[in-house]
T-cell receptor, first 110, second 113 residues
Framework: DTGVSQDPRHKITKRGQNVTFRCDPISEHNRLYWYRQTLGQGPEFLTYFQNEAQLEKSRLLSDRFSAERPKGSFSTLEIQRTEQGDSAMYLC????????FGQGTRLTVV | GENVEQHPSTLSVQEGDSAVIKCTYS??????FPWYKQELGKGPQLIIDIRSNVGEKKDQRIAVTLNKTAKHFSLHITETQPEDSAVYFC????????????FGKGTRLSVIA
């Protein structure tokens, strides 16, 4: 597989529940980015990793959000105690150096 | 921090005509400017990019121009086709693209057959 893979593609959850998304980057890409995209807007940066090190976190990334990239391979993004405002498309991208985006995970909080 | 403004928000053109989308950025340290195409239900796909050491880049029907002094860059699509219909995003970053991108709000392009 030569693309960035995200799982699941869609997630519907009840408010207050925890959710976790997974991103599998292109194997030789050492940088991995998470973005959030709401309807009618451009992607907004959340956080990024170089290998296993988390280099930067946006102010958008509240305490309820956590991201990991163990062993510098796949990454997970967890949202605890989901709120309706968390409903969005969560995009993962990897780069070395050209950035390639995955198809995204669409989260709906009801 | 960086702020990227994109215009217009919607654009309709007749098939075969040209389309131009413009972006301005605020951070003079930005040096990498990609353009992405996003189709419904899909992630953004890079279509062309330009670095601050060049003023213009072309790839078949797509071209990008950069004016560093004015801090604006534009996407030009010639001989538009219905399959060009999508949302287009401009973005900017420092570090030659190795730092997080700041995106514009997007332009919805409709090519009318």
């Amino acid at each position: 597989d030569t693309g960035v893979s995200q799982d699941p593609r869609h997630k519907i959850t009840k408010r207050g529940q925890n959710v976790t998304f997974r991103c599998d980057p292109i194997s030789e890409h050492n940088r991995l980015y998470w973005y959030r995209q709401t309807l009618g807007q451009g992607p907004e940066f959340l956080t990024y990793f170089q290998n296993e090190a988390q280099l930067e976190k946006s102010r958008l990334l509240s305490d309820r959000f956590s991201a990991e990239r163990p062993k510098g391979s796949f990454s997970t993004l967890e949202i605890q105690r989901t709120e309706q405002g968390d409903s969005a498309m969560y995009l993962c991208a990897s780069s070395f150096p050209t950035r390639v985006f995955g198809q995204g995970t669409r989260l709906t909080v009801v | 921090g960086e702020n990227v403004e994109q215009h217009p928000s919607t654009l309709s053109v007749q098939e075969g005509d040209s389309a131009v989308i413009k972006c301005t950025y605020s951070d003079s340290a930005s040096n990498y400017f990609p353009w992405y195409k996003q189709e419904l239900g899909k992630g953004p796909q890079l279509i062309i990019d330009i670095r601050s050491n060049v003023g213009e880049k072309k790839d078949q029907r797509i071209a990008v121009t950069l004016n560093k002094t004015a801090k604006h860059f534009s996407l030009h699509i010639t001989e538009t086709q219905p399959e060009d219909s999508a949302v287009y995003f401009c973005a900017a970053s420092r570090g030659s693209g190795n730092t997080p991108l700041v995106f514009g709000k997007g332009t919805r392009l409709s090519v009318i057959a």
